[in-house]
């Protein structure tokens, strides 16, 4: 949804769009983040390049390994949050190393602005690196995972 909303804001030039109804209150800005209460596993919009006047700065304590395969793709956080590998602490984890996963597959959680937004594999292949630690920051862009198709 926010990401619609996001395309609209794009689109028609807008600089704020505000969505209120029953169940949730949005603010969509340009340049901005967008804010919403209390709808569940909900994306929100990176904001666009340069617009907080410089490029996303990576994390230090997130390692992005090394290119290992020309071959392989980058899933990549949409957007700024804390990174998790399981929807909970005490159940098992999405995906691991090495292991075949489809286009759609919910690979890993990426917490921001206390919303749980689940991060789909965007192709089929093998898990072949998780880049980011569990609980780690990311940043919008960041690479988290490597796949092989």
């Known amino acids: 949804m926010a990401r619609g ?3 609209i804001v794009t689109e ?12 949730i209150t949005m603010t969509v800005r340009r340049g901005g983040v967008a804010s919403a209460m209390p709808m569940p596993m909900m994306a929100m919009p990176p904001p666009p390049m340069g617009a907080l006047g410089s490029a996303p700065h990576p994390v230090a304590s997130a390692p992005v390994a090394a ?3 020309d071959k392989s793709h980058a899933v990549t956080s949409p957007f700024v949050g804390t990174f998790y ?7 098992v984890v999405y995906v691991s190393l090495n292991e075949h996963v489809m286009k759609g597959q919910v690979l890993c959680i990426v917490e921001a ?4 937004n689940e991060i789909e594999a965007d192709i089929s292949g093998r ?6 630690e569990d609980g780690a920051p990311v940043e919008y862009g960041q690479p988290l995972f490597k ?3």
């Open 127 to 132: 898990v072949v690196e998780i880049l980011v």
């Open 85 to 91: 590998r399981k929807p909970n602490p005490d159940s």
């Open 113 to 116: 602005m206390k919303l749980m």
């Open 67 to 69: 290119v290992v395969d």
């Open 147 to 149: 796949i092989v198709p």
């Open 5 to 7: 909303l996001a395309e």
């Open 12 to 23: 028609h030039g807008l600089s704020e769009l505000i969505v209120d109804t029953k169940e």
